[in-house]
């Protein structure tokens, strides 16, 4: 059954404009002189991810006893949306690095852990990766094929993790592992590796369509040894903490969604109005105009969607089902607008010169990444059947 008590009472609280606003002045700052030097280079800028610790945005949702901002949703929501809005590929890592690697820290370490590794992940100082897929696992985790072995008061891992942001660069890196049978969703045991580990490596990096200043890369374990103190929850709870987190890194890619297709109207509501043809604004033509109206509409809707699971989860309800349907949608708004902007610039929106272009490419992984759309669409499924 749809859950719709509440659904637009959302109390965005008084620092969303605040931290809008300094996601705004580092995007300009920081990452629009750079944008497409580092997408044809496919330059991963590590540097800026501790800057953008400095301003708290790589501990968004930690509290400050860890070294976190202590902020809620609404703000990550608004800080993630901001700088895709010029890079995605920023937004991207910024957002992989505080809902993955250190939320799964943070909601399954121990309090040790927690001190331990929180405050450099948190400050930026560190940058994390989280591993989950696999190169024959992708939505069908439950049939991972790296392994943890117990050997005493350590364990052995092996195996290969792909398509993992931060792949290369990470400090640190939280990766789920069978330690039972394949198939088995109590089978799978969470670890903490820290880069120069014995035996932990990275291997290939990937060449892509877009969001090429994220790095993605494969994860690699050669009878990598760790003592079981990097141990994050208990043993054989691995797939349950991370359907947990993917419940809010679906947030997090509606909130990229977001920041792409707002990028992309932008630029496409400008052009229509700078751009003259027969006498007049691309933009007074009907089948342009009508185009914009459509593109806002969504982007609007996507917009509150997002916001409403942002606040389910900041007064600690189930978003299983909101987070999926915010994720569905606004990621699936963001290609269809990026589409429509490139058809407003016609050939200039071919042309690299022109925003559309990068945002096209950059949309599509928005529909892949965190789930597929058509897994979103299952679990939605499967909880509107419970």
Same mark, same amino acid.
């Given at each position: ?18 931290? &809008? ?74 957002? /992989? ?75 640190? /890196? ?29 291997? $290939? ?17 050669? +009878? ?5 103190? +990097? ?12 359907? *947990? ?15 792409? /297709? ?7 509501? $400008?052009?229509?109005?700078?751009? $003259?043809?027969?006498?007049? &604004? ?44 915010? *994720? ?9 607008? &990026?589409?429509? /902007? ?21 949309? *599509? ?11 979103? *669409? ?9």
């Amino acid at each position: 059954m749809l859950d719709t008590e509440n659904a637009v009472d959302i109390n965005y609280g008084e620092t969303v404009k605040m931290v &809008a606003d300094a996601a705004k002045e580092f995007s300009e700052q920081f990452i629009r002189p750079h944008i497409m030097e580092w997408d044809e280079a496919e330059f991963f800028p590590a540097d800026l991810l501790r800057k953008a610790g400095e301003l708290g945005f790589m501990g968004i949702l930690i509290p400050e006893i860890y070294g976190g901002s202590e902020m809620g949703y609404h703000e990550y929501i608004t800080i993630i949306e901001e700088i895709s809005k010029v890079d995605p590929s920023i937004g991207l890592s910024i957002a /992989a690095h505080n809902s993955l690697a250190t939320t799964h820290t943070y909601l399954f370490g121990n309090e040790s852990q927690r001190l331990q590794w929180l405050p450099k992940l948190a400050s930026g100082e560190w940058i994390g990766a989280w591993g989950l897929t696999e190169q024959e696992t992708g939505s069908d985790a439950q049939g991972m094929n790296a392994t943890a072995k117990k050997d005493g008061d350590f364990w052995v891992l092996n195996g290969t993790k792909n398509f993992i942001t931060h792949g290369i660069s990470c400090d640190l /890196a939280v990766v789920v592992f069978r330690n039972g049978e394949k198939g088995d969703s109590r089978g799978m045991t969470t670890f903490v590796i820290e880069k120069g580990t014995p035996g932990f490596s990275s291997g $290939k990096k990937e060449n892509k369509l877009g969001m090429r200043a994220s790095e993605t890369a494969e994860l690699v374990f050669d +009878n990598c040894r760790i003592p079981d103190s +990097n141990r994050l929850g208990e043993v054989g709870e691995g797939f349950v903490q991370c359907m *947990k987190i993917l419940d809010g890194g679906r947030i997090s890619i509606a909130a990229l969604s977001l920041g792409i /297709a707002k990028g992309a109207f932008d630029a496409a509501l $400008k052009y229509s109005k700078e751009r $003259k043809q027969f006498g007049k &604004a691309i933009s007074t033509f009907q089948g342009i105009s009508f185009k914009l109206a459509e593109m806002a509409t969504d982007i609007e809707a996507a917009t509150l969607l997002t916001h409403r699971a942002g606040e389910d989860k900041n007064n600690g309800k189930n978003v299983t089902q909101i987070g999926a349907m915010a *994720k569905l949608f606004a990621s699936e708004t963001c290609v269809r607008v &990026a589409n429509e /902007a490139v058809q407003i610039h016609g050939g200039y929106g071919f042309i690299k010169d022109y925003p559309v272009e990068k945002f096209y490419r950059d949309s *599509k992984l928005c529909t892949i990444g965190e789930g597929t759309s058509e897994i979103q *669409k299952l679990v939605i499924a499967r909880n509107l059947l419970k």
